[in-house]
């Protein structure tokens, strides 16, 4: 008589379990370790522009700062202490709206009382600022997203240091929008986790501009996966929070609109996009999937692994220049935690 085979019992040598070991502090003092270790390293990346004799604007690559960014900055800090509201102005060249620019930025608040000479000296506080409010916004996402303690102090140092967030600090908005962009995957992770809705809305009204189309296109794949994360495969829940995501952009929309106007007009008269020096329609030709060019890919390569790769502002030999080209950099160590994760 044949032998079943359900009731042959597989033997084998046990699967040996590894130990981790548990963290060795709690939740709050884990979060004050990561604001002393992200000031420290805050302190010592923007130094000699905090404490020592530089400004942090630029006449090289980065002379943005000193040609447009650091003028319009004194600009709208002296229009709201002499005129109020944001309107028009004839500072800006033979005249052009300035609407409602410094209303959406408060980061920029605290310029509005200075004369020109103290701005100079506070850009790199406001900068330097930005990037520790970075880090503590991404740190709580994580937190909030159920990460344990040691991801989240890893994950958002690295992520405060990121090459982007560093090298954009240098052009001042982009620091600007990244931290836009992290204060929306917490208002995400609050409005599916919690049902708070109020967070998630902010980044959309503060970005009134072509950099909150983007985020819309990313919210919408990107709130695909999270919601597929956190309620396994549950289409009731998908439909649930999509329709969530739908009234918030509907809110944020009504709560933008006073504001969507003076941004259309700028756009449309501003000689970059309807002027002769636009490229709109060289872009618009191009093919938005084609295949860049093998400059573009080793660059890519090379600032994965540093910022300065390939060199540092005007010594950059990589491709475009040295903000525009890719900065994937975030950590040597994440390079080598991937591998951990494709096990």
């Keep these: ?27 709050k003092q884990t979060f004050w370790l990561f604001c002393g270790l992200t000031l420290m390293l805050t302190f010592i990346l923007f130094g000699r522009f905090l404490f020592g004799s530089e400004l942090f604007i ?28 944001p309107g028009w102005s004839f500072y800006i060249g033979v005249g052009d709206n300035c609407y409602p620019g410094v209303l959406l930025n408060p980061f920029h608040w605290v310029f509005i009382p200075m004369d020109a000479a103290t701005i100079a000296y506070s850009i790199a506080w406001v900068q330097a600022s930005v990037l520790f409010l970075t880090g503590l916004v991404f740190y709580r996402f994580l937190r909030v997203a159920s990460f344990s ?53 902010v980044p959309f009204v503060m970005m009134l501009d072509v950099r909150a189309y983007f985020l819309i296109l990313f919210m919408a794949v990107y709130s695909f996966i999270r919601i597929m994360d956190i309620y396994q495969f549950s289409l009731k829940e998908l439909w649930m929070n999509y329709k969530r995501i739908f009234i918030c952009g509907i809110f944020a929309f009504l709560v933008a609109l006073p504001f969507i106007g003076g941004n259309w007009h700028r756009f449309a008269y501003s000689p970059r996009v309807s002027g002769k020096v ?21 660059t890519a390569f090379f600032r994965l692994i540093s ?21 994937f950099y975030i ?6 935690l991937v591998f951990q994760f494709l096990r």
């Excluded at 630029?58 to 005129?83: H, I, K, W």
């Excluded at 060289?282 to 999937?289: E, I, Q, T, W, Y």
Aim: hydrophobic share 45%; net charge positive.
């Design 1 to 27: 008589m044949a032998i079943e085979k359900k009731n042959i019992r597989k033997t084998g040598k046990p699967r040996a379990q590894v130990l981790m070991p548990s963290w060795p502090i709690g939740e």
């Design 58 to 85: 630029f006449d090289d690559v980065g002379s943005d700062t000193l040609s447009m960014f650091f003028p319009n900055l004194v600009q709208a800090a002296r229009y709201c202490r002499e005129t109020g509201i």
């Design 149 to 201: 303690l040691p991801v989240c102090i890893v994950g958002a140092l690295l992520y405060s240091f990121g090459g982007y967030l560093v090298v954009g600090s240098s052009w001042y908005g982009h620091s600007i929008v990244i931290f836009w962009y992290t204060l929306s995957f917490l208002g995400l992770e609050l409005l599916l986790r919690k049902k708070n809705w109020w967070l998630f809305i």
């Design 278 to 298: 636009s490229y709109s329609e060289n872009l618009s030709a191009v093919f938005p999937f084609r295949i860049a060019s093998p400059e573009h890919y080793l």
């Design 307 to 327: 910022n300065d790769a390939l060199g540092t502002a005007n010594t950059f030999n990589g491709w475009k220049n040295y903000l525009e080209a890719p900065l």
């Design 331 to 336: 950590g040597l160590i994440t390079i080598l």
